[in-house]
């Protein structure tokens, strides 16, 4: 096939970067060097667009060990112990065949985290769809949840935590965000850098077939009318043949014969292969006839391609070939020796006797395209102006009923009951809680991990709603009593060639930022999805943040369900009633506009740190983070779950009730104590300088809400619980 | 007392079963599916897991196995063998067990807690147990057990059903059946009591910060009885 600049804009290239190629290259590229470029100048592999931002962030820290870079972050969890956590998106897959799209994710993902030597532990997912009445909604959130489920369950690595949203800006573009946390020893992490010349390279895992095509360039495009179309470069996902990888993988690790090890992930072999030479500042020399095909007559430029799953390249030490075959033997997967490091800083392929491609690494990489993109700042909404007298019509009780039954706020747990989330014998907190806790296998140690998103927030303001985020996670890992100790984040965008969605990005990225800083709260893995739009319209700026704390004993974790009738129910940090963006202004005022809650640093650190003190002093039963739906939904979930129920006192504050109830103010935390520690809490809460109100007691299945009439547990647990399964089920 | 648990490719609570044993005194040894032959035990453990992908159905593929002659033998000759969830599945499978287990009634996978009334004490595993009803946890998608009308008469006639699913109060109402299982089976004994299969998984649930510790129950029994 004749390579000229149409074909090259069919390989979603643009004219002046096939111009650039020719004139790097000095000579027009052949089919096979032009699939490879488009693999590796995309945007998904490229970060051509978000490049110049990312570099911004805050990735440094004293319990970093790896930051971003590698195929995921690492952190130091004290002694020996380290955590490989990284979050990324299959969104465009997932939206074309859910269950494989999904389902690919989470594989995908894990290998990024066993491919540096850890064994996974945990796995979380953020995972956003259209509106629920939306024809499409009730198909692709049944298949991605089958997906993730199927995959997770089939490994063996328990689901412990997630989030759902619903929202009619995903439509058309679903997401699906998978994460995973991995443990290893931290003088034990392997890493993708090649070393040594004439070191034999070697592919292991499934066989290579002509499914995932062009993956990584789909996901960097737009989707019209044809999607349908695409669903071959969808690819297909094989849990089976991955938990036998995975344990290969790790029997092998545990010798000394590994010198670098990479993942076959998106754009396959390409990107493996450019990746390992290019960090090593190496060569590297493939013959594909030697690649394990599964299908007939593969051409050099579908194996270099393919984006099939469950394979790994590993450059190896000289000699170590047998010793490294008989593990891959004994778990029944493919090894071949595919070729060889070399000093010529080059890719060169051959295949049936000739050299189909030469490229210098260098233009691969570091020549690849990046792009200042401009960029329009989202000024702050007006505040609303509420006609307080609306809200008289109200009844607390009955907005509270409405609120926990809504899509966004309702329980997911006919989502996690399909998740394995106790396998491994180690999940301390299951998903539903403010984070999921899993104990570190054999120690007194565990790690509370959680993954957050915003984007009604961010679409309202985003540099606001960017640094909300942040928060909030760091919250929901407080809330549990485990220090925060890293973050990795999923950026998920409309499109970054149009000037409104690069300044959402933009200024999401300033928020994480601004707030990652001021919490020590490094960024250490991520993943950027852009080109989330459909014939015009985009996603609402979606940021997605996974956060991993530590609980150094696990007996001192604290859960957020209510525990004892009389005791004390406090607000920790201050209410000024900011329902601007509110579920309670969204769905019940029905007013879309304002500007999102304020965010103070200070005080949220003040405050976070100060309920991690009550917690150290073991002052504090159960806890919850503030979040959407205000103060009173916060309760209601923390009753809920301890099934008891709660009264609420007269208010002492110049606030409309409502206001206080249902406002989102920021930093704030509900702590339940029992009444003769209320005066060491007090005081405690008093030497740090935080606000904090009390506001009621524990009861045993009572709702007791000023003079309203009394409404019991049941029914709250009923209008939290009904919504999914009826939408699902019935 | 010595255990053995075999791992198959694709077994993923092999780990847990492990440590299970351990903590209440089994010696535990693990052994590959493709091990020539299984060490001395008192106690043959098939645990959970997706043995070779769950293809072509759960549980058959490794009931083909090479070491899975030696289990039958071993079973054959009055050895204790214990299959939880996939491990159920293979023992059926085999035919060491009746019945089938299908897919669950409302086809997805179920990951809960449930309570389980044990219906009979004549045997190794549950003799001298001091609780009646265990809160233990399925994780299944295949759970639903079935078995021919004759099947379900001789195990009725010669007390072969173990475990069946109910309330915390034992009541075994159809509303309790998380799965569709016929007569809420969560586990059945062959003739002679020695081979246990059951779906829920004790070894998830053996330390107070877990969401159960009935678990504790039923290995401290069972090595109990073994001695």
Redesign the interface.
Known sequence: MEVNLKVAIEHGLKKEEFNKICDLLKRTPNITELGIFSAMWNEHCSYKSSRVHLKKLNTKGKNVIQGPGENAGVIDIEDEDAIVFKIESHNHPSFIEPYQGAATGVGGIMRDVFTMGARPIANLNSIHFGSPQHPKTKNLLRGVVKGIGGYGNCMGIPTIGGQTNFDESYNGNILVNAMTLGLVNKNKIFYSKAAGINKPVIYVGSKTGRDGIHGASMASAIFDDKIEEKKPTVQVGDPFTEKLLLEACLELMAGKSIISIQDMGAAGLTSSSIEMASKGNLGIELNLNKVPCREEKMTPYEIMLSESQERMLIVLENGKEDEAKKIFDKWNLDFAVIGKTTDTKKIELFFDNNKVTEIPISILAENAPVYERKWKKTKLPQKIKFNKDDFKKLKITEVLKKVLGLPNISSKEWIWQQYDHTVMGDTIQKPGSDAGVVRIHGTNKAVATSVDSSAVYCNAHPLTGGKQVVCENWRNLISCGSKPIAITNCLNFGNPEKEKNMGEFVECVEGINEASKFLDYPVVSGNVSFYNETKDKGIKPTPAIGGVGLIKEYKKMITMDLKSNENLILVVGKTEGHIDQSVFAINILNEKKGPPPVINLFNEKNNGETVLKLIAEGLINSAHDVSLGGIITAISKMAIKGKKGFKLNKLKVLINKFDYYFGEDQGRYIIEIEPKNLAKVQKILKDNSVHYDEIGLVTEKDIIVDKEPIIRIDDLIKSNKNWLENYMDK | MKSSVIIF??S??D??MD??LKKFGFKNQMVWH?DPRIPKSDLIVLP???S????LRCGSIAAKSKIIKSVIEFANSGGLVLGICNGFQILTETGLLPGILQQNK?Q?????NVYVKINDKENKYFKNIKKEILEL?I?H?EGNYFCSEDELKSLNDNNQIAVTYCNENGNDAEEFNPNGALKNIAGIFSKNKNILGMMP?P??M??K???SNDGNFFFENLIENLK
């Open positions: 490719p694709g993923n609570c780990r847990d440590v299970a493709n959970g897991g997706f070779y992908g769950d293809y409302y997805k996978f179920i990951c809960k946890h994780a998608n998984h070894e998830r053996i330390d910060c877990l969401s």
